[in-house]
Nanobody
Framework: QVQLVESGGGLVQAGGSLRLSCAAS??????????MAWFRQAPGKERDFVAT????????YYADSVKGRFTISRDSAKNSVYLQMNSLKPEDTAVYYC???????????????????WGQGTQVTVSS
């Protein structure tokens, strides 16, 4: 059974840093032909794209709102994806979700509907 498990959320002051982790297990496609991504959802808002990485190539794409502050990476040996978040702002407060989907191109990468596997989410709260 394919499974994604996030960890690393918490409370941090504005300007601080957090590193989220997503441990993946399951089908082979998850590690060969997939995109792994981070989305976030603030209370009362839609789920927004944050960043994605093509597992096989390491190619990355970011939402404009996090570009230059967040970095997505993966560790093939640990079957894990990470989101390093620096210079955090109060508006970064949200539940962060890890997601996976097969063969998503850059045009469709920000669309949540392209991702078929989701984690349970981890809360990130940034205080001002």
């Amino acid at each position: 059974q394919v499974q994604l498990v996030e960890s690393g959320g918490g409370l941090v002051q504005a300007g601080g840093s957090l590193r989220l982790s997503c441990a993946a297990s399951g089908s082979e496609w998850l590690f060969s032909g997939s995109n792994m991504a981070w989305f976030r959802q603030a209370p009362g808002k839609e789920r927004d794209f944050v960043a994605t990485i093509v597992w096989s190539l390491g190619t990355t794409y970011y939402a404009d709102s996090v570009k230059g502050r967040f970095t997505i990476s993966r560790d093939s040996a640990k079957n894990s994806v990470y989101l390093q978040m620096n210079s955090l702002k109060p508006e970064d407060t949200a539940v962060y979700y890890c997601a996976a989907g097969p063969g998503i191109g850059p045009f469709h990468a920000p669309s949540a509907t392209q991702y078929t596997i989701w984690g349970q989410g981890t809360q990130v709260t940034v205080s001002s």
